[in-house]
Each structure stands twice: as structure tokens, then as C-alpha cells.
């Protein structure tokens, strides 16, 4: 399993998903259609498979075109969402096979939006770390805005369901936004140790001109505030005493924040 990223937009990632043995891909929310399929022709890749995570335009704007290059392509969405395109509708805990080696479990993490999915990622012959592919729910060091939801639901996305995957899970989210999300995160916990040296890790990277992703479930229980709020310490920082009461307050807080 090979997995690249594709910087669309202004910000946003879109990513093939690669089995290197029959060489069919997977795309995860292919904005730029043309970049995507110029991605999958540079690397070998035959395009069969979309998974979107969520219905905004700038994950799910792509699918109707992309149908138009790739004939007979099929597009997966949450079946709560209405995405554009869709062809395939995906329920929490439904597997879709992509080529001889690679299994994708559907994750139903909704606040974002109502349907939206993390795609949890492995590969049959188990030689690499899972990934998860988590759209606008868990960004690196940060959450997506509570559009369609509650901090319940967004506790339940982050702190039960992709927290609950394999620590050394690597996380690709839906956008570069790592060091203002960092930046912010000092204003929560100001002595935390990992967010200072990852901060300066993320500002090399951009300054170079490299992308952020992946993190791991590991490192984001250690720097992402929102993914902390069970502990009891963070809980004292932000003034709660519960953790999802914890992740409304950071919320509200990264809302009104000028970083």
C-alpha cells in the first residue's frame, strides 16, 4: 500500500490510496479532478474507487467530473450526507475492498457535517501502520467547526472512535492547517512540551514547502487539545470539569481566536 498526497485548492489535501500489486487506486475527496487523474498516471495507478468524507464542495466538488474521465468509477459517501455523485452509499462499520490487499472501513465521525466518514485504512499483508483518512473531523492539532452537530457528537468522533484506533494509526486530514492549529493549541496548554517542538517541526516543513501529514493517533493524543479533554489537567486549564463540556470551551475559544 502507497499513499501520496495531492495539494488542491488553496489548502486542501485530496490522496490516491495505491494496492503496488494490481496497482488500482483509490482517491479520498478528489477536488481537482485532472490533478488527480494526472497523480494516478504518473504512478502506474488505474482509478477505481472514490471516497468522499464529506458533501462541502471542496471535498465532494470533483465527483461529478471525475465520473466524466473515469467511466464506471464508483463513489463512495455517507449515506446521511448527500453527496454529489455518489454512487455507493457507506454505513458505519462497511468494508470496501481495493485491489488484492487493501480493506477500507468506513467510520461514521459526524459534527462536521451529519454523515460524515473517516476511511480506516489496512493492508492484508499487515507489513505497514493503518492510516485513517479523516476529512474535517480530526485535522492535526485541531477539529473541524461543529456546522452540523455537538460537542457530544464531536467527543464520540474523536475522543471514542479514531481514538480508540492503533496508536501508530497515521492521520491524514482534509487540510493544511497544522500550524495555526498549534499555535492556538499553546494558548490552551502553554507548557506542553510536545506542541512547542512540533510547532517548530510544522513551521520547518511550510517553510520548505513540505506538507504536515501525516501525524499519528499517538502524537495527536499528545499535542491536539481537543483529543486531551479526558484529562483531567486540561480539563483544570480550560476552567471544566467534564470532558465534553472541556471540548465545547476549546471549541468556542478556537471560534473567536485571531491567531
Not at 147 to 175: D, I, N, W
Not at 182 to 198: D, G
Amino acid at each position: 500500500m502507497k499513499i501520496f498526497h495531492v495539494p488542491c485548492l488553496e489548502d486542501n489535501y485530496s490522496y490516491l490510496i495505491i494496492d503496488e500489486t494490481t496497482k488500482e487506486a483509490a482517491v479520498v475527496d478528489p477536488v481537482e479532478p485532472q490533478k488527480i487523474v494526472d497523480a494516478a498516471k504518473q504512478h502506474g495507478a488505474q482509478l477505481t474507487l472514490v471516497l468522499t468524507t464529506h458533501h462541502h464542495w471542496d471535498h465532494a466538488g470533483g465527483n461529478d467530473k471525475i465520473k466524466q474521465i473515469v467511466p464506471g468509477i464508483k463513489v463512495y459517501g455517507g449515506s446521511l450526507d448527500n453527496v454529489r455523485g455518489c454512487t455507493h452509499q457507506v454505513e458505519n462499520g462497511d468494508n470496501i475492498s481495493l485491489g488484492a490487499h487493501i480493506n477500507i472501513l468506513s467510520l461514521h465521525t459526524p459534527c462536521h457535517t451529519k454523515g460524515h466518514l473517516s476511511y480506516y485504512v489496512t493492508s492484508k499483508e499487515g507489513e505497514q501502520d493503518p492510516a485513517v483518512f479523516t476529512g474535517d473531523t480530526l485535522f492535526i492539532a485541531g477539529c473541524g467547526k461543529f456546522f452540523e452537530g455537538t460537542a457530544e457528537q464531536m467527543y464520540q468522533s474523536l475522543c471514542v472512535t479514531l481514538g480508540s484506533l492503533p496508536k501508530p494509526t497515521r492521520v491524514y486530514c482534509g487540510h493544511e492547517y497544522t500550524v495555526k492549529n498549534l499555535q492556538f493549541a499553546l494558548t490552551v496548554e502553554p507548557n506542553n512540551v510536545k506542541i512547542q517542538q512540533k510547532l517548530s517541526w510544522a513551521q520547518q516543513q511550510r517553510q520548505a514547502g513540505l506538507p504536515t501529514i501525516p501525524s499519528t493517533i499517538d502524537e495527536e493524543m499528545e499535542t491536539n487539545p481537543f483529543m486531551r479533554v479526558d484529562l483531567p489537567e486540561l480539563q483544570e486549564l480550560v476552567g471544566c470539569h467534564a470532558p465534553v463540556e472541556a471540548l465545547r470551551e476549546i471549541r468556542q475559544r478556537k471560534d473567536n481566536w485571531r491567531g
